[in-house]
């Protein structure tokens, strides 16, 4: 996903990803800088390794979610 957007990441570190859409009536954000990433990605599942991408599709997948 290109340009501004926002993560999230749940209590417990063990998920996390893009944010689509909220509405907060309550809470704390918390902002920050960030200087590196660390993105793991499961290749032991053999059906990821060797999934065909289509950029073409993901591109059309992004756009239906945003
Ligand atoms: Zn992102």
Redesign the pocket.
Known sequence: ?AGY???FISDDLSFGG?VMDYSITEGIIEIGAVDQLDQRFPIQDRKYLFAKFKAEEIREDIEQSE
Do not use: D, E, F, N
Request: net charge neutral; aromatic share 0%.
């Open positions: 996903m957007h926002l993560h893009h």
